[in-house]
């Protein structure tokens, strides 16, 4: 199974801030990675398909890069809302695998 | 409004048997592929398996042989039925839907799996 790694695993940052959360795929995955956040207690939410393409109803202020590898989600403008957990996810091939991680406090 | 909604989480001891139910509302059920993610406490995602529209089954290495997927698309609603439970299996169990564009765009509240003596 393709291993999915995150980092920084945690990160400190403030309202206004840009942030970037990288995923890295054991193997070449395309552009078949999801970005997800959670808060605590609640079901993930699906901020980005396809490495790059915006879920309906997310903020300008999410982005997602990348190909093949590596990919990164950007925050430009961090709002109170947004500290939460993030996960990158690979679609490609099966099983599926989530990464472990970003924490953002 | 597009909908997923888990139950039959429970308090199992292990060795024991369980079946999730996700039932959907709001959306064409038949035409869609799903997935079932679990999270154990204080941890991560963790992928557990997908069927497709026509069918089509995968999961995760570890649950292989244990755990069953299937789907009733009379009942617009998704299985998850799990044998041999042991205590790693505690977690919130999560439905989600995954278009063939990419992405798990709908998710359920979550259910709860307690195994525990």
């Known amino acids: 199974a393709i291993q999915m790694t995150q980092s920084p695993p945690s990160l400190s940052a403030s309202v206004g801030d840009r942030v970037t959360i990288s995923c890295r795929a054991s193997?070449?995955?395309?552009?078949?990675l999801g970005w997800y956040q959670q808060e605590p207690g609640k079901a993930p939410k699906l901020l980005i398909s396809a490495a790059s393409k915006s879920h309906t109803g997310v903020p300008s202020r999410f982005s997602g890069s990348g190909f093949g590898t590596e990919f990164n989600l950007t925050i430009t403008g961090l709002q109170p809302e947004d500290f939460a957990t993030y996960y990158c996810?690979?679609?490609?091939?099966?099983?599926?695998?989530f990464g472990p991680g970003t924490k953002l406090q | 409004e597009v909908q997923l909604v888990e139950s039959g989480g429970d308090l199992v001891q292990p060795g024991g048997s369980l079946r999730l139910s996700c039932t959907a509302s709001g959306f064409s059920f038949s035409i869609y592929s799903l997935c079932w993610v679990r999270q154990a406490p204080g941890k991560g995602l963790e992928w557990l398996g997908y069927?497709?529209?026509?069918?089509?089954?995968y999961y995760e290495d570890s649950i292989q042989g244990r755990f069953t997927i299937f789907r009733d698309n009379a009942k617009q609603s998704l299985y998850l039925h799990m044998n041999n439970l042991k205590i790693d299996d505690s977690a919130v169990y999560y439905c989600a839907r995954n278009p063939a564009v990419g992405g798990l765009d709908v998710w359920g509240q979550g259910t709860t799996v307690t195994v525990s003596s």
């Open positions: 069927i497709g529209s026509g069918g089509s089954v």
């Open positions: 996810l690979q679609e490609f091939p099966f099983p599926y695998t």
């Open positions: 193997q070449n995955i395309k552009n078949d």
